[in-house]
């Protein structure tokens, strides 16, 4: 490597936990790109304030929770974040975990578990990990995204119908009984609100995309309940008089047990703001063109999540649909995000006493809409209509598993599942032919007497090394040499190296040279174990090709 791209490549090592802000703050700004991040950070401040109040309501929170984490963690994403465009605050990811933290911890508990997720998010930054959730399979995400989306679709339904639910149901299939036990106590104002809400919502953004559409809804339905005294339950009438205040510091008392006990939870969490956040990244720069700091990104996510748990806010990460209404807005810069938070806080405390006036069933119908648009139904269409059978089982059992199981068992079953389809698919790939084969017959018509040629194909890891040493050891003849044509193989794991060792072990007692030909150096380099065997023996060695292999057999075994 030549020094110019060595220093390239340590300058990226160095820069790749730099927080973008900083180097757009750097620059300097222009009155007006000033003017632009301004406008953009007040329009997403407009949609933020009703999604993080109905989001906090689906979490089991308070709505001035909700709106809490908006101002702190959406500040702090943006100022720490490795995305130009991102845009923090909760999203509806994460209500059912925090709704069933809330349930079992209170909201102690919830305060930890955020904690500890924020500190996994740091580590997972400092260890450079921010490029490993890109592989998660998609199929899982989408699965396990759908899920929620049908569990929070459920969660609102008691609200959108004014229904009276007794008890506290936490799992979906819980909530569905207590649903059908509720029906006869049906709120027909609170339904025709909900419905009223849910019009204005699909008009405006059939009619009028471009604007705030949950806003609109909100005040306006906000306006007729208060104004024909509509027996609809408000905001205010559940949850009393909300904070509008700057938050507290809040230290939750810590012990061993319960950190053991929320760390599933904690880890969860973390998991979701990663992918969520990154992949909000991603969207960005596909709008843009630009280019995101995947570690950057997961510090400042992970330190965002530290401070709104110490301030008694939710677990956050980017908004996909904040951010792209911010990059829509016209964005330049993070400083558009940091203002989001800013204007979100100023409003909170100007007009914060207002929200309480605001009809449950509306918010309600924010967050059907919100979970439509989750779903992806065309999506998952698409991919269940096209994807083979192994995608199929995983994207099925990702989903069903977050809507009746828990969502931390679904992430696990789907990724284990897809990694074992995968190395299936891997091992059925891997081959070992012999010169019989009409593609080796001329290689077969070069070879001296009492030779034999093999060649591999494919990546020989575990999945593929046991089926790879039954075919050689199936050979009918014991031949003075094996030629071993590795030109195909673009990946070997300790395990395939084990097995290959295993295999020279063999050939070396029965008197057998192994001659590997045309290994790709990056293999080479891996087998360190076979090459320290190599030291001690005579019967290993490697060629360029099969005819400078097939020129060494006939020099050393030449009669």
Not at 200 to 222: D, E, G, N, T
Not at 447 to 473: C, I, Q, R, Y
Request: aromatic residues 8%; charged residues 15%; hydrophobic residues 55%.
């Amino acid at each position: 490597m030549s020094q110019k791209s060595h220093e390239h490549h340590a300058f990226i090592d160095r820069s790749d936990l730099l927080p973008k802000f900083f180097t757009y703050l750097k620059r300097g700004f222009t009155l007006d790109q000033f003017r632009a991040d301004f406008m953009a950070g007040l329009t997403v401040a407009i949609v933020a304030l009703p999604l993080s109040m109905a989001i906090a309501i689906a979490s089991n929170a308070s709505p001035d929770v909700g709106l809490k984490t908006a101002f702190v963690a959406g500040f702090w994403i943006s100022v720490l974040g490795g995305s130009r465009f991102q845009i923090g605050g909760p999203t509806a990811a994460f209500s059912i975990v925090v709704a069933n933290i809330i349930a079992q911890f209170g909201m102690d508990g919830l305060i930890i578990a955020t904690f500890i997720a924020g500190a996994l998010l740091m580590a997972a930054a400092v260890l450079r990990l921010g490029v490993l959730l890109k592989y998660v399979p998609q199929t899982v995400i989408i699965g396990f995204t759908a899920g929620i989306a049908v569990t929070i679709f459920v969660s609102q339904i008691s609200a959108f119908f004014g229904l009276t639910i007794i008890g506290k149901p936490i799992d979906t299939w819980e909530k569905l009984i207590a649903i059908k036990n509720a029906l006869p106590s049906l709120n027909s104002w609170a339904t025709a609100v909900s419905l009223f809400s849910l019009l204005i919502i699909v008009l405006i953004r059939r009619l009028k995309p471009q604007y705030p559409y949950f806003l609109i809804v909100v005040i306006a339905s906000s306006i007729v309940v208060y104004a024909f005294h509509l027996p609809a339950q408000t905001v205010g009438e559940k949850f009393g008089v909300l904070k509008t205040t700057i938050p507290d510091i809040v230290f939750p008392k810590i012990d061993i047990d319960t950190i053991s006990a929320l760390f599933p939870s904690a880890a969860t969490i973390a998991f979701l703001a990663g992918v969520e956040s990154l992949l909000s990244a991603v969207v960005a720069d596909g709008m843009t063109g630009g280019k995101h700091r995947p570690n950057a990104e997961l510090m400042g996510q992970g330190f965002a999540n530290l401070m709104s748990a110490i301030t008694g806010g939710l677990p956050a990460t980017g908004a996909i649909a904040r951010t792209a209404t911010n990059i829509r807005a016209g964005a330049y810069s993070p400083m558009a995000g940091a203002l989001h938070a800013t204007l979100l806080l100023i409003i909170l405390l100007v007009a914060g006493k207002l929200t309480s006036y605001i009809p449950l069933a509306t918010l309600s119908a924010i967050l059907m809409v919100v979970a439509w648009n989750m779903a992806e139904v065309d999506r998952v269409y698409r991919l269940f209509l096209y994807s083979e059978n192994g995608d199929r089982i995983v994207l099925t059992l990702t989903f069903f598993l977050t809507i009746f199981a828990d969502l931390t068992v679904a992430v696990e079953v789907g990724v284990i599942l897809s990694a074992i389809l995968f190395m299936k698919a891997m091992s059925d790939n891997t081959s070992l032919k012999d010169t019989n084969e009409d593609a080796l017959g001329e290689l077969r018509a070069k070879l001296p007497p009492n030779v034999e040629a093999f060649k591999l194909d494919g990546p020989l890891f575990f999945g593929a090394a046991g089926a790879f040493v039954e075919a050689l050891e199936t050979m009918s003849a014991q031949p003075k040499a094996l030629i071993l044509n590795m030109k195909d193989v673009p990946y070997i794991d300790s395990s395939g190296i084990a097995a290959l060792l295993d295999v020279f072990v063999k050939l070396r007692k029965a008197k057998i040279m192994l001659i590997i030909s045309q290994i790709r150096p990056n293999v080479l380099k891996q087998m360190v174990k076979v090459r320290a065997v190599e030291g001690k023996s005579k019967n290993l060695r490697y060629a360029a090709n099969d005819d400078i292999a097939i020129k060494l057999c006939k020099r050393l075994f030449k009669s």
